[in-house]
């Protein structure tokens, strides 16, 4: 799709999902949930985005493997086929609101905060900071068991009717960690080739969900510190994985790989990732980053610079935001039956 001639509400194809339009809702932990399970804050929560006109919301990180994956004790869990009626729930409360449904499935690795386990994992035996405790270095039986944990998880999502995966691959998390020469110091194969686990588990994802089923992977595309990745870095890494038709869009983030990224945040901050990694990549790319005004955000998918924005925090404060947005663009979109005396 030509993004020149898009604006925010041009309709976007991720692999075979069509989104109605390019706004997207990140994955945002809500630290609710009570032994991983869905409730009713999940379900308004999510619900009150989609109803808001988002096109694509992606559920906040969910953990693949008991308590290790977990960033905290209060996210929602995807490691065991008793929470995929929860997530069908939600699935539906997103869907019957006019929205495509999501979900990042993650691995804490380092940045475990679960009180239930004492040993946390990572490529190595740094700790992120020393509010964190220091992980022990995994084994191939480690890396096995994260792969085998990855793949179920995302067969529960497709279980549960999500229409897209997102792998967790940003932030300082497991698959991030191994990306991140900051924080990868190994010697074997997977220290030779950081992108290596990312490898294994989408090619086992991509066999067991079939061709057509949209993954996408959230990176982090920029550490800020010296000696960490960068967008060159990331083309390199995901060129080969894309040739392959691993994933089929990636959600650009940066930062939180270490506590001491000097980043420098302003509206729309992480957009110039997003679009210097677009120039090289085929499948869609989403960008963001403190976005608010919808002028912005059009004006980035007309520029060309993202396929699709990501509005977090501005989400957070105004569920109707994509709405307004078309309001103030001036472009006719439909609203909910029940609010249609509301657009003008
Ligand atoms: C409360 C909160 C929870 C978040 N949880 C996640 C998460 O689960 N996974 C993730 O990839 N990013 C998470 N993020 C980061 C957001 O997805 C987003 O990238 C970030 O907030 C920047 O976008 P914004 O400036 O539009 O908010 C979280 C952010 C917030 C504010």
Avoid at 153 to 178: N, P, W
Avoid at 218 to 230: A, C, L, P, Q
Wanted: one cysteine or more; proline letters at 5%.
């Amino acid at each position: 799709m030509k993004s020149e001639k898009s604006n925010l509400f041009t309709p976007l194809k991720i692999g075979s999902l069509e989104i109605k339009n390019r706004i997207v809702m990140p994955p945002m932990d809500q630290y609710s949930a009570e032994d991983g399970f869905v409730n009713d804050w999940h379900l308004q929560h999510y619900a009150a985005r989609a109803l808001g006109g988002t096109g694509l919301v992606i559920v906040e990180a969910t953990g693949v493997l008991p308590y290790v994956s977990s960033i905290t004790d209060e996210d929602l869990a995807i490691w065991d086929d008793k929470y995929i009626d929860g997530l069908s729930k939600l699935v539906n409360a997103i869907k019957s609101n006019g929205a495509a449904a999501g979900i990042q499935i993650v691995h804490a690795g380092r940045k475990c905060e679960s009180v239930k386990i004492d040993k946390i994992y990572a490529p190595s035996a740094i700790a992120f900071n020393d509010k964190y405790r220091t992980p022990v270095e995994m084994t191939q039986d480690d890396i096995n068991e994260v792969i085998d944990a990855f793949v179920k998880a995302a067969l529960r999502a497709k279980k549960a009717g999500f229409d897209i995966i997102e792998l967790h691959a940003a932030h300082g998390y497991l698959i991030s960690t191994f990306l991140s020469p900051l924080s990868n110091k190994r010697t074997d194969e997977y220290g030779k080739n950081r992108a290596k686990i990312l490898e294994e588990i989408l090619r086992k994802v991509r066999e067991v969900l079939g061709k057509d089923y949209p993954i996408q992977i959230r990176i982090s595309s920029y550490d800020w510190k010296e000696g960490g990745n960068t967008v060159k870095d990331f083309v390199e890494m995901l060129k080969p994985l894309e040739e392959d038709k691993l994933f089929d869009s990636i959600n650009v983030s940066t930062g939180a790989v270490t506590s001491d990224g000097k980043i420098i945040p302003y509206e729309g901050y992480q957009i110039p990732f997003c679009r210097e990694l677009k120039q090289y990549m085929k499948v869609p790319c989403i960008g963001g980053g403190l976005l608010t005004d919808p002028k912005m955000a059009n004006m980035i998918i007309r520029n060309g610079a993202a396929d699709a924005v990501y509005i977090g925090r501005e989400l957070l404060r105004n569920p109707y935001w994509a709405l307004q947005a078309a309001r103030t663009l001036g472009i006719d979109v439909p609203f909910p039956r029940q609010y249609e005396q509301a657009k003008r």
